[in-house]
């Protein structure tokens, strides 16, 4: 008996493990960095550079669950949104469970796309929540006379040129803006309070744009636990479960010019400016 099994067991080594049914594979789509920052020389999220990959973690046979690692601070709360809608469609046509880990930070923006998971496991340091609204801009109010420079400003529509910064701020463009930043958050709550639902703690700081650490975000019912990918799987799946990361887009491409008449100087400025804006995202978490 024990020679039998030892054959099966060589025989069974000898098939490779995406064919072996006492095996379970899981794919591992890795989602980090800011959300619709153009350019940078660090990644940036958005529905068009994250749909590939999702498709194919979904398309992984005989998968039980996608993991998806979260690490972003943030960003555009479309392309947030978007992505959302996108894992949620997918996990409904394939009938496969969402895991998501967060690293670092899920927060605003990054939270919402955790919130695609059907469970959500945080190390115990990391940032979740910050679940608001923000613009920020500067305002350069009688810089450009200061320097000898006139501006020149034509529009058709007398709110074209709303929240110039290089005008006095008026208090009606404000409240315009006030107004479009309530319904987004309205929005985000919404979609927090439909996929984490009675998991979610009362606490009157919830929605109010507050983060927390992973440790608190499991009080208040944010995240589902605490822990690890690796750890989380085997405990789930077993021993001899499989992770295949489902591959990122490889290298830094800076553009040096052509149709769209961006030169190599230009561009670069450009890719600086978005490199800091983005660490301006990280940095309000403290990361």
Known sequence: MNVLQSVRDFAKSLIPARFRRDIVTIPVVRLAGPIGMPGGFGASLSIGNVATRLEAAFSVARAPAVAIIVNSPGGSPVQARLIYERIRALAEEEDKKVLVFIEDAGASGGYMIACAGDEIIADPSSIVGSIGVVSASFGFVGLLDRLGVERRVHT??????????????????????LQLQREV????????????????????????????????????????????????????????????????????????????????PAGLAAEALATLEARALWARYGL
Not at 204 to 218: I, Q, S, V
Not at 246 to 258: A, D, F, H, S, Y
């Open 156 to 177: 058709a529509g007398e709110n074209k040129a709303i929240l110039d910064p290089f005008r006095p701020e008026r208090p009606e463009d404000v409240a315009h803006l």
């Open 185 to 264: 958050h309205e929005t985000f709550i919404d979609m927090v309070r439909e996929r984490r639902g009675s998991r979610l703690k009362h606490d009157e700081d919830l929605f109010t744009g507050l983060f927390w650490t992973g440790k608190r975000g499991l009080e208040l019912g944010l995240v589902d636990r605490l822990g690890d990918l690796r750890g989380t799987l085997r405990e789930r799946y077993g021993e001899t479960v499989r992770i295949r990361l489902i591959g990122e887009p490889r290298g830094l491409t800076i553009r040096r010019g052509g149709s769209d008449g961006v030169s190599l």
